[in-house]
């Protein structure tokens, strides 16, 4: 029995192990967008939306293919319908005034029928039709959308991260030499050789060097968690970012995309917008064709059976067949203008839909434009941020030996030291500029 109970406790702690252990995953840029293509929960949902709209275009087709359907019917007279009769009715002796009653049928029937119809002409189905590609056409643009949203969003992302954990390495390596000339400057006080202030202006410095360190490492573990959102991957699990920041920078400068001509018809928001023009397109051919005749077919054919005993289900129970074959026109004549108001309002949507497709263009030419001056600047601030951070390096290593040496006031060392701090996030931003505002251009002329 303690054996028994040892393998279970066993057994139950290996499994409780294998559900709490993490998955791990390692990225490039491009590996974190194929994997958010793939698992991003609203890309999920875009793939499922093209997958309905496959199917209600084979609903729609079904609509104007034959149709089977079959009817059985049992019934159990309980009590039979009498009906009232004259007198004579049946004996021409008899007297009139006199009310005779009968009753018509047997104890048990049933009935079994199958229909075939069959739809001949529906200006309608001709236009859902139409209509369930067009559908189709939608969704499959919204997932191309969705899937440029995402790329987006993950470069963002990815890119936040890095710039996160750069951040936190200079906040690092600037509280490091900071505490250790706030050592030696302490030891110069302790010596009478340096002012006491010099020491507090170093305390003060590090004071917030150490507050940005926590805000920074608060906010690198924030932007990887919404990396692995982004990504449809659990924040639990482990994940590994294999490229550097300034690669990524130096990747995504390509002076050669500012030249390149702008389609506005290759953007994805004007094939959507196309698509809505198409739909209002369709929406006015259907209340057009509202005015034609619908035309179907029908063919049925049956059988019953009567019996006063339960044995209709009998091998011997005799059935009658019966069948029909018939035509049905339908031609609307006069509705009081109602059909031609509908006309006329789904004319008016359509003039909009092309209003909106021109407006579209336009817009989209405008922020190709601003895309494309927010890059270049990005690429010029980015040059200009890495020359004056090399500048702000030698400025403090130069304030720093003069403080050492008792050459300059802790108020010009700690200005150098500001300056320094400002000029490395600086570049930071300068290239996670480059990075967003190249995925931005990407994004508007629909590069995947």
Known sequence: MKQKLILTLLFVSLFLNAQDKKETYSFTL???????????????????????AKQKKWETTATGL??????LQYINNLDFQVQGVSGNAFNPSGDPNEISTIAFGTKHSANASATLNQLIFDGSYIVGLQSAKVYLQISQ????????????????????????????????????TLEKTLFETNETFKNGLTEE??????????????????NAQ?????????????????????????EKLDDLALKNVDLAVLSEEFNSQNSIDYKIQQNNEESKRLLLKLERFRALPTVGAQLNYGANTFSNEFDIISAQQKWYNYSNFGVNVSMPIFSSFRDRARTQ???IAFEQAKTQLTETEQRLKLQFQ?????YEYSIEQYSASKSNLKLAERIENKQQIKFKEGLSTSFEFTEAQRQLYTAQQDYLQAM???LNKKATLDKLTNKK
Do not use: C, F
């Not at 034959?66 to 009817?71: D, E, G, K």
């Not at 969705?146 to 690092?172: C, P």
């Open 66 to 71: 034959p149709q089977i359907s079959s009817n």
């Open 218 to 242: 608060k906010r690198a573990e924030i932007a990887l968690n919404l990396l692995k959102i982004s990504m449809g991957i659990d924040i639990n699990n482990d994940v590994t970012l294999t």
């Open 197 to 214: 202030e010099n020491v507090e202006q170093l305390q003060i410095t590090l004071t917030q060097l150490k507050s940005s360190l926590s």
């Open 432 to 434: 996670i500029d480059v």
């Open 345 to 347: 309002q789904a004319k």
């Open 141 to 176: 643009n919204a997932k191309d959308k969705t899937d440029l949203e995402i790329k987006e969003m993950v470069t963002n992302a990815y890119g936040n991260v890095l710039l996160a954990r750069e951040s936190v390495l200079i906040i690092e390596k600037n509280k490091t």
């Open 30 to 52: 491009q590996q974190a967008i194929d994997h958010a293509i793939e698992n991003n929960y609203t890309a999920i949902n875009a793939k499922r939306d093209i997958e309905a």
């Open 370 to 374: 601003q895309a494309k001056t927010d």
